[in-house]
């Protein structure tokens, strides 16, 4: 099946600083990726929905100066938060949907990256 | 607005006995429902959804519009059904955006 890859898995960086992290699709071309978030022992939250070569459209609440989404390619996302702090520790997850897919079937999610902010 | 409540956190059966994990819904369109499971160091990955009708792991799903449910159910329990579900909603129109539910962590014991 599909693959998505999320790099990094896991990352510690001091408050203030930024951090990137990667979404690809590794055997498929995906037009939109969607980013989440998730807390410990709570629902994964829909943060943007990010469409390759647009703005990302974010959701309700969610900073899109704090969290930067980049989509340049049909195979890569990237999320950017930036001047991070400790509330912003947290499991980022991505999923991508299949160029050509039809339906919410065809989203396939990465393994998560998590976040911690000193 | 979407909302997907799974009322239970923690569900834990026997292995062998029945298991049904609880998803009611709120959406004044036509929804998709889909559910969703983690296995341990696992990603989340499509279990089944309402529209294909079809058994999973021996897992079933009907949707009620009336009650506005999508229980999840499994006649005989399997340890290796131990992981993590989540009921997630996709309005049709929504292009893929997923509302999901807080999860129910099933644990099979033997």
């Known amino acids: 099946g599909a693959v998505v890859s999320q790099h990094p898995s896991w990352v510690i960086c001091k408050s203030g600083t930024s951090v990137k992290i990667e979404c690809r699709s590794l055997?498929?071309?995906?037009?939109?990726m969607f980013w989440y978030r998730q807390f410990p022992k709570q629902s994964l939250m829909l943060m943007a929905t990010?469409?390759?070569?647009?703005?990302?459209?974010?959701e309700q609440g969610v900073e899109k100066d704090k969290f930067l989404i980049n989509h340049a390619s049909l195979t890569l996302s990237t999320l950017t938060v930036t001047s991070a702090h400790p509330e912003d520790s947290s499991f980022y997850i991505c999923?991508?949907?299949?160029?050509?897919?039809?339906?919410?079937?065809?989203?396939?999610f990465g393994e998560g990256s998590r976040l911690t902010v000193l | 607005a979407q909302r997907v409540t799974q009322p239970e956190k923690l569900l834990s059966v026997f292995k062998g006995a029945p298991v049904e994990l609880k998803c009611n819904y709120s959406?004044?369109?036509?929804?998709?429902l889909f559910w969703y499971v983690q296995y341990s160091r696992q990603r989340l990955q499509l279990l089944l959804r309402?529209?294909s009708r079809e058994s999973i792991k021996g897992f079933t799903a009907d949707l009620n519009k009336g009650e506005t449910s999508f229980h999840l159910k499994k006649p005989f329990a399997q340890e290796e059904d131990s992981a993590m579900y989540y009921c997630?909603?996709?309005?049709?129109?929504?292009?893929?955006?997923?509302?999901f539910g807080e999860g129910t962590q099933l644990t099979v014991n033997p």
């Open positions: 055997d498929f071309q995906a037009t939109t």
């Open positions: 990010s469409n390759e070569g647009s703005k990302a459209t974010y």
């Open positions: 999923s991508a949907r299949a160029r050509g897919g039809r339906n919410t079937g065809e989203l396939f």
């Open positions: 309402h529209i």
């Open positions: 959406y004044s369109g036509s929804p998709e």
């Open positions: 997630a909603l996709s309005a049709v129109t929504s292009g893929s955006r997923l509302t």
